[in-house]
């Protein structure tokens, strides 16, 4: 989630906490929560911080919880600490804060916990699954399909598709897209041969809400598609399109793959069309590049550039400039 998505977040649970009225010294605490609230709105975080913090010396669940958040993001001057924001978001799951309790199941389940904390949990509480099924029961719908997660792959549980479709169903048929893409997995494994239209439909449906992992993922079926058909003409014009959708919805391991199909494209297409065909390859090669200075990258811009004119070089270096920014 980006800063405002965790922002509304935290305003959304500070009504639900305020109305509970589960605040320790009633109305200084909600002055100060309030004040530490606008202050994280305005993105003023060093104060924000210094109020949430001593609210939290009260165990007051909110602050607990947005200090987790500031350790998990590195907010302000705040820097990352994944056991940190572990330990706010335990104290927070524990006084059934349904986004604490996913978030706190991550950290299980991605190993970010510290030794101290995690000696402290009794055998249930150690496994991600219990703390995403309290999210889940809890209101999070979305925290099912973490439940789902866990059989598709992971050392939690042994695979089984039919259990990842049956949690990640509800939240994806709720437009939670990582579900959708969770799903469109799924069927992939599940039976290619007989569930691709399941799988292409999940991962249009997350496509739609402009999820370029989405695009990716529908791209490489595709393909896979075209080779069992043997050059479907259709299905790779479809792949190529959804490929380029996922590098315009910025999902940077398409970047040259993107390039990549342009610079194979330029020896079919005709003089006429050449000219665009090479200059989105190099757009797309250039992009790869910036996000990913590695000297494979840098290799095939090269080649691309010795065979474009060096003139249309600061245009198109511009427009990458204007993507990325």
């Known amino acids: 989630m980006r800063f405002n998505t965790y922002k509304q977040l935290v305003i959304g649970l500070f ?24 202050l994280l709105a305005e993105e003023k975080f060093d104060q924000s911080f210094k109020l949430f913090e001593a609210l939290a010396k009260n165990n007051h669940s909110l602050a607990n919880m947005t200090l987790g958040l500031f350790y998990k993001l590195g907010w302000g001057k705040v820097e990352k600490n994944n056991s940190q924001a572990c330990h ?20 299980i389940n991605f190993n970010y916990l510290a030794a101290p904390l995690e000696s ?3 055998d249930v509480e150690s496994l991600p699954s219990y703390w995403y099924k309290k999210a889940f029961e809890n209101g999070l719908h979305d925290a099912g399909c973490d439940i789902g997660r866990l059989y598709l792959d992971s050392k939690w549980q042994n695979q089984d598709i039919k259990k990842v479709i049956e949690w990640c169903t509800p939240a ?40 370029g992992q989405a695009a990716f993922k529908l791209a490489n079926l595709y393909y896979s598609m075209v080779i069992t058909q043997q050059d479907d003409t259709d299905l790779m014009e479809k792949a ?35 000219s665009s065909v090479l200059a989105k390859s190099y757009l797309w090669a250039k992009t790869a590049y910036q996000v990913n200075p590695s000297q494979e990258n840098l290799d095939f811009l090269m080649l691309i550039t010795n065979e474009m004119p060096e003139s249309w070089q600061p245009k198109l270096d511009e427009q990458v400039n204007n993507f990325l920014d």
Do not use: H
């Open 15 to 38: 009504f639900i906490v305020f109305s509970q009225n589960i605040l320790a010294n009633k109305q200084d605490s909600n002055q100060s929560l309030q004040v530490a609230q606008q």
């Open 88 to 107: 706010w978001f335990y104290q927070a799951a524990l006084s059934e804060i349904p986004q604490a309790q996913k978030e706190f199941a991550d950290c």
């Open 120 to 122: 402290q949990l009794t």
């Open 172 to 211: 994806a048929e709720r437009s939670a897209v990582a579900a959708q893409i969770t799903l469109g997995d799924a069927y992939v494994l599940s039976s290619p041969l007989q569930n691709v239209a399941r799988a292409e439909y999940w991962y249009q449906q997350a496509v739609q809400r402009n999820s």
């Open 240 to 274: 190529v399109l959804m490929m380029e959708t996922s590098s315009s919805l910025k999902y940077a391991p398409s970047y040259e793959k993107t390039a990549a199909i342009y610079w194979r494209k330029l020896a079919t297409v005709d003089a006429e069309n050449a």
